[in-house]
């Protein structure tokens, strides 16, 4: 297995909710992924992020990793939940806050 | 660089049926936002049915598209939203 993709696989597992984006949380580097930290800070869960602008491989590998062609990607309990648009989506019906709540109240499953 | 019009044909190409608009939102080309419409999304979630998408789109989204905001609908949930 190739250097990147163990620093992907690290990050998932090691992120109950992992978010590879442009730039970190404070200075994010690109508005579609300063729009999905919002809507988790909006939620006020903890996450992980993993800056794929410092990590030129991760963010190379992480596009066919997903089969996802696109920055921002969030992961949550290991599962790939979607990029910006469908984390908006899915804030708005309210389906993001259960989905974050229901993987909070029990240990994920592996 | 890409003609929004062009964008569309290329999903509509690729997924037969579909009914497709797209909006160039900044007028740079490669700021785009789409709609589409396809009975190929029944039963499957947003995930699946945004990788419907981009997989017609193929080398467009990797080369020519910088952004697209997608939204992607069954025909029954396209006749609710009106």
Known sequence: MSE????IQSAISGNRICIFMKGNRNFPQCGFSAATIQI???IGTPYGTVDVLSDPEVRDQIKAYSNWPTIPQVYIDGK?????????????????????KSSSAQPAAR | MM??????????????????????TTGGGDHFEALVVSDKFEGKGL??????????????????VHALALKTLTPAQHQNRR
């Open chain 1, 4 to 7: 990147a993709l163990e620093r």
């Open chain 1, 40 to 42: 988790f800070e909006e």
């Open chain 1, 80 to 100: 790939f939940i979607g990029g910006c648009d469908i984390i908006r989506e899915l804030h708005e019906t309210g389906e993001l806050e259960t989905i974050v």
């Open chain 2, 3 to 24: 003609e929004a019009s062009v964008l569309q044909q290329i999903i509509e190409r690729g997924i037969p049926g579909a009914y497709v608009e797209v909006r160039d």
């Open chain 2, 47 to 64: 995930v699946e049915r945004h990788q419907v998408v981009y997989a017609a789109l193929g080398d467009a989204m990797r080369e020519a």
